[in-house]
Nanobody, 128 residues
Framework: QVQLVESGGDSVQPGGSLRLSCAVS????????MAWFRQAPGKEREGVAA????????YYSKTVKGRFTISLDGAENTVYLQMNNLKPEDTAMYYC?????????????????????WGQGTQVTVSS
């Protein structure tokens, strides 16, 4: 079993930055691939970034590439999402997700159905 606890959500102005954290515990073989998703009201859950915990290879959606950075601190068992140049359309509940190791396309890695472990979410609001 894997436990994921997100934190760091807040309200910020457009152009601002936030860093989200996801504290991870449990079976390390069940959290080899980790990702951040977001879901705005009335919209589907959208994958924004993924990372393999061993190779630290990272993958991003086109909407956030160049603005968001996913990283993993193995010593602290924490996955981060650094978000810069935030826009109002980034407003959403952000979720951390994990699954055991598997290989697939970027589209597959950023698909909600790929993951079987989820956190409870943290709210990010971007507004002036």
């Amino acid at each position: 079993q894997v436990q994921l606890v997100e934190s760091g959500g807040d309200s910020v102005q457009p152009g601002g930055s936030l860093r989200l954290s996801c504290a991870v515990s449990g079976d390390p073989y069940s959290r080899d691939l980790m990702a951040w998703f977001r879901q705005a009201p009335g919209k589907e859950r959208e994958g924004v970034a993924a990372i393999y915990s061993r190779s630290l290879d990272t993958y991003y959606s086109k909407t956030v590439k160049g603005r968001f950075t996913i990283s993993l601190d193995g010593a602290e068992n924490t996955v981060y999402l650094q978000m810069n140049n935030l826009k109002p359309e980034d407003t959403a509940m952000y979720y951390c997700a994990a699954r055991q190791r598997a290989l697939g396309s970027v589209e597959w890695m950023l698909s909600a159905g790929t993951y079987n472990h989820w956190g409870q979410g943290t709210q990010v609001t971007v507004s002036s």
